[in-house]
């Protein structure tokens, strides 16, 4: 009962259902626009981005003073507990570059004397060099894709809408990381270039029902029976990923699981109203020319 309402709803409504992804992608660019105008940048980069320095304090409890103190010089300060216990094995204390080594040491000596720790180094242009190469990566998967469905579907407005898509679940997962708190890091770009493989899934499908099945029949049908099975999919996705959220103790897991959930959300919005309407509205227009020239 509630597909068959949500179908019909969908299918008088599905041109003004287009507005919905632009209202969202104008207020992702006008967050990112405030955020660049504040800060003077638009994401707040780990430490294997930005560069600096990591201390591995091996000490078997911290009091909060103990790490006000490192708080106060701008430092993060990261505990790290025994696998499904609160015991305390070490902490981390992550400080950028713009921290000499020599202070945070100073500071770790005089706040926990007599304790063994470990320091990392992180220089900048290792995380310059990771920062272009995932910039190249990005732009080569997007036109690839484009141009390989745009081939296999001999329609433009598969690469349009491929490449459209994919880039709004990257850049509004993006802007919702920046919102919550969430630093550009190896890890979280990793998710951010999953995403877009999520996006290609769907548009395959409804592509394959309503640009290359044999058989006619009313597009719109195909379109509903399309998104019947990618929702199945989709809700297998945020399931499977709620799951490893709420369950993983892991800061680097957790925040994986994170960005793929707020990509997985907003690719429901960009695909099914916008790249699923922008197709439907393609194929409706061709029928009808193809009606007029007959007659």
Same mark, same amino acid.
């Given at each position: 009962? %509630?597909?068959?309402? =949500? ?7 599905? !041109? ?11 207020? &992702? ?15 707040? #980069?780990? /430490? ?50 713009? %921290? ?35 910039? #190249? ?14 081939? %296999? ?5 598969? +690469? ?6 994919? =880039?709004? @679940?990257?850049?509004? &997962? ?14 979280? %770009?990793? &998710? ?28 719109? !049908?195909? +379109?509903? @029976? ?14 499977? /990923?709620? +799951? ?9 897991? #957790?925040?994986?699981? *994170?960005? *793929?959930?707020?990509?997985? =959300?907003?690719?429901?919005? @960009?695909?099914? =109203? ?22």
């Amino acid at each position: 009962m %509630i597909y068959e309402r =949500f179908s019909e709803w969908y299918i008088r409504n599905y !041109k003004r259902l287009m507005i919905i992804p632009a209202l969202v992608l104008l207020t &992702a660019s006008l967050f990112m626009f405030i955020t660049y105008r504040t800060t003077g940048r638009v994401f707040e #980069k780990d /430490l294997d981005l930005s560069g600096g320095t990591v201390a591995t304090l091996y000490v078997p409890d911290m009091s909060p003073v103990q790490k006000a103190v490192f708080e106060a010089e701008d430092m993060v300060v990261r505990e790290i507990r025994a696998v499904g216990s609160t015991q305390l094995v070490a902490i981390m204390v992550e400080a950028g570059p713009e %921290i000499p080594e020599t202070h945070m040491v100073e500071l770790i000596n005089s706040t926990f004397p007599g304790y063994e720790y470990d320091l990392r180094h992180v220089g900048p242009s290792m995380g310059a060099s990771f920062m272009q190469s995932a910039t #190249k990566a990005v732009i080569f998967s997007f036109l690839l894709m484009g141009l390989i469905l745009a081939l %296999i579907f001999r329609k433009p407005i598969v +690469a349009l809408t491929v490449i459209l898509s994919g =880039f709004l @679940n990257v850049f509004e &997962a993006a802007t919702a990381m920046v919102l919550l708190g969430i630093k550009l890091s190896p890890h979280t %770009i990793g &998710a951010l270039l999953m995403l877009m493989g999520w996006s290609v899934d769907s548009e395959v499908l409804f592509d394959s029902k309503l640009l290359r099945e044999a058989g006619g029949g009313d597009p719109k !049908k195909k +379109a509903i @029976n399309a998104m019947k099975t990618a929702m199945t999919m989709s809700a297998a996705i945020f399931a499977s /990923l709620l +799951a490893l959220y709420f369950v993983s103790t892991a800061r680097m897991v #957790k925040e994986i699981a *994170l960005v *793929l959930l707020l990509g997985a =959300f907003f690719d429901i919005i @960009n695909t099914w =109203f916008q790249s699923l309407s922008m197709v439907l509205w393609y194929v409706e227009r061709q029928e009808k020319k193809q009606g007029g020239e007959a007659s």
